[in-house]
């Protein structure tokens, strides 16, 4: 079974300046999903960022990049110029690629999250 | 597009009740699931769908939970008899086979309280 670790609890940074949130996973599959989701107080589950286990480029959605080291394993997320709007709930999360193979392997394993605070 | 419906929003019962939660995921996605979500364990997957048929429900709790899907449009997650301990918010989700095929679009989630 696959795991995701999320090691900060908790990150706090200030307001426009750069963050990076930490992600681990252990699988052993060669194709597979990662995710970022965002929750904010809302509890509303937002997709922040993606990334294809088969694409060595990082993916990046305007402010948010990510830092995906396939060999370690490593899925981190730098968020830059960080906004108060940021504050939220970060979960990393996994997927198998498998999904035409009715392996029953669609469904995301995620990370216990990181609590991420802006400062004013 | 109205996005993945739950009701209710909140459920406070006491314990040993049914509690029935409700989900009508996005027209045309194939996939739904069901998510739990706790302090002590985090987000976990509870049971997802696949053109109205289980796939995996091995992440269910036990057998006093229970999911169905009828058809395309409506989910039920079933709780029968109700605990303290199932406490915690359900999220739906749902996404298509083709196009966005990797992306699930969750519900706003239904907090559950059981006293």
């Known amino acids: 079974a696959q795991t995701v670790t999320q090691s900060q609890p908790e990150m706090s940074v200030q307001e426009a300046e750069t963050v990076t949130l930490s992600c681990t996973y252990d699988?052993?599959?060669?194709?597979?999903?990662l995710f970022w989701y965002k929750q904010p107080p809302s509890r509303q589950m937002i997709l922040v960022i993606r990334?294809?286990?088969?694409?060595?480029q990082n993916a990046t959605e305007n402010r948010f990049s990510v830092n995906f080291q396939k060999a370690a394993k490593s899925f981190s997320l730098k968020i830059s110029d960080s906004q108060l709007g940021d504050a939220a709930m970060y979960f990393c999360?996994?997927?198998?690629?498998?999904?035409?193979?009715?392996?029953?392997?669609?469904?995301?394993?995620f990370g216990k999250g990181t609590h991420l605070i802006i400062q004013p | 597009d109205a996005g993945v419906i739950q009701s209710p929003r909140h459920e406070v019962t006491e314990m040993g009740q049914e509690v029935t939660l409700r989900c009508k995921p996005i027209s045309g996605h194939d996939y739904l699931f069901w998510y739990r979500q706790t302090m002590m364990r985090g987000l976990e997957l509870l049971i997802y769908?696949?053109?109205?048929?289980?796939?995996?429900d091995s992440g269910m709790p036990e057998d006093r939970f229970s999911a169905k899907m009828p058809n395309a449009s409506f989910s039920t997650l079933k709780i029968q008899p109700s605990e303290p301990r199932d406490s915690a918010v359900y999220f739906c989700?749902?996404?298509?086979?083709?196009?966005?095929?990797?992306?699930?679009?969750f519900g706003p989630g239904t907090r559950l309280t059981v006293t």
């Open positions: 699988t052993s599959e060669s194709d597979y999903y």
């Open positions: 989700a749902s996404k298509r086979l083709a196009g966005d095929s990797y992306e699930q679009y």
């Open positions: 769908f696949n053109n109205n048929v289980p796939i995996d």
């Open positions: 990334q294809e286990a088969y694409k060595q």
């Open positions: 999360a996994y997927r198998s690629a498998f999904e035409y193979s009715g392996g029953g392997a669609d469904g995301l394993t």
